[in-house]
């Protein structure tokens, strides 16, 4: 028998064909559909896996929640210096100007007060004046004391020279005299000697005998008065020639020595005078120096900054008059920029110092690091005002924390006044990058 091939699927008739392409059947009744086609797994389950990763997002950023501590209100802060006038005058020579920094070894600003009062450095230039004209005029006593003292030196030496003199000339007319007494009184032994031989003869009486021998008694007792009056000229000569006297009506020294006691006395007191003055003088001059030094810095004030100021505020212009304690401007000092972020109060506790925290600056990819060094409290009053930036608050309770940041590095402008986002490390957790 011949082979008879199994029979294939039926063939579509050319009208059939037309119909279905034409949509109608040959009967003018719409086209049956065809089967529907197989899909893949991901095809048909894409909408719970979309689902499930919405869920997946929000369930790790509720996690990262948890584990790190983020805000947006942060800024780099630092304190700033405030120069306030030291006098009331004019500021002059005013330079620099905001966010430049200034040299540290020139001028900032001359303060000129040209109606500071005279009246204390007047007062203090009559008063040295004063003491040193009271000065001269005891110094001038004490010389003209000095000049009446070599007077009646000189005086005194005069007066023991001529006495002197006129003692030796008294002195030798002494020894003239004693030389004649002596004569006398020999020549009188002899003639009472001659008178007792005479009278033992019986050629003189006993009256002449007795008169020869009174007279060379006499003559005797001259001779040695002389003598007496000789040795009683030598000593006054001998005393007068070291100052002392010892004649008749003369107390031991003569009027000029005596005066010279005296003007010693009155030149002891005087020196005293001289010291005391001198010392008033002193006073004097040193109450000049720092009243003229007072008036000085009254008069005029230079300010210089530190080294590394920065010139944050300028409140004054040249010309300007300033008040005493009146702020000029404000300085800042890069280097000691820190971070002040502002947090929920509630989010303090998992802050404790030491924290690790992460800075990303506006307009920044790198980030920085740093470490949490506590809070920052209100502080005294005023000391808010001398930040040179603080961090916007979020709503509600807030407190601020301060955040110590590393060394910046060479080249780079000062970061104060820049704000950026901070991320700590909250809770004791480690960064979840």
């Given at each position: 028998m011949p082979d008879i091939s199994s029979p294939g699927p039926p063939r579509e008739h050319a009208f059939e064909q037309m119909s279905r392409a034409s949509g109608a059947t040959s009967f003018g009744l719409p086209a049956a559909r065809p089967p529907p086609q197989r899909t893949g797994f991901l095809a048909r389950r894409w909408r719970p896996l979309l689902a499930l990763s919405l869920l997946g997002a929000a369930g790790f950023s509720l996690l990262r929640e948890q584990l790190t501590i983020a805000t947006d209100h942060a800024v780099i802060t630092a304190q700033t210096l405030p120069i306030r006038a030291p006098i009331t005058g004019e500021v002059?020579?005013?330079?620099?100007e905001p966010g430049a920094e200034l040299p540290p070894l020139l001028a900032f600003a001359r303060i000129e007060n040209h109606r500071a009062d005279r009246g204390r450095l007047l007062d203090a230039i009559q008063g040295r004046?004063?003491?040193?004209?009271?000065?001269?005029?005891?110094?001038g006593h004490l010389a003209v004391l000095e000049g009446l003292?070599?007077?009646?030196r000189n005086r005194g030496a005069g007066h023991r020279e001529m006495t002197a003199l006129h003692l030796d000339s008294l002195l030798r007319?002494?020894?003239?005299?004693?030389a004649a007494a002596e004569a006398r009184a020999q020549r009188a032994a002899q003639e009472a000697q001659r008178a007792v031989e005479l009278a033992r003869g019986g050629h003189a009486s006993q009256a002449m005998r007795e008169r020869g021998e009174a007279e060379m008694e006499a003559a005797r007792r001259e001779a040695e008065a002389q003598a007496m009056r000789v040795i009683a000229l030598q000593r006054q000569i001998e005393a007068a020639r070291r100052g002392i006297f010892i004649q008749p009506g003369q107390l031991g020294a003569s009027y000029a020595e005596q005066r010279l006691d005296e003007l010693?006395?009155?030149?002891?007191?005087?020196?005293?005078?001289?010291?005391?003055?001198?010392a008033a003088l002193n006073r004097a001059t040193s109450r000049l120096t720092e009243e003229r030094e007072q008036h000085e810095a009254q008069r005029s004030a230079i300010i210089t900054p530190p080294k590394g100021a920065l010139l944050w505020r300028l409140h004054v212009l040249p010309g300007q008059q300033v008040l005493q304690h009146e702020l000029m401007a404000e300085l800042l000092d890069c280097r000691?920029?820190?971070l002040l972020a502002a947090m929920p109060q509630s989010a303090?506790?998992?802050?404790?110092?030491?924290?690790?925290?992460?800075l990303r600056l506006a307009g920044e990819r790198e980030a920085h690091l740093g470490v949490v060094v506590g809070t920052h409290g209100a502080g005294p009053a005023g000391e808010a005002d001398s930040l040179a930036a603080q961090p916007t608050r979020p709503p509600g309770a807030t407190a601020l924390v301060r955040i110590a940041l590393p060394a910046l590095p060479p080249g780079m402008l000062c970061p104060v006044g820049r704000a950026g986002r901070v991320v700590f490390e909250g809770r004791g957790l480690p960064l979840p990058w």
């Open positions: 002059t020579d005013l330079v620099g004046d004063r003491a040193r004209d009271e000065l001269d005029t005891v110094i003292a070599a007077d009646l007319e002494a020894v003239e005299l004693r010693a006395l009155r030149k002891a007191d005087l020196t005293s005078e001289v010291s005391r003055r001198q000691s920029a820190f303090i506790p998992g802050l404790p110092p030491g924290s690790a925290a992460r």
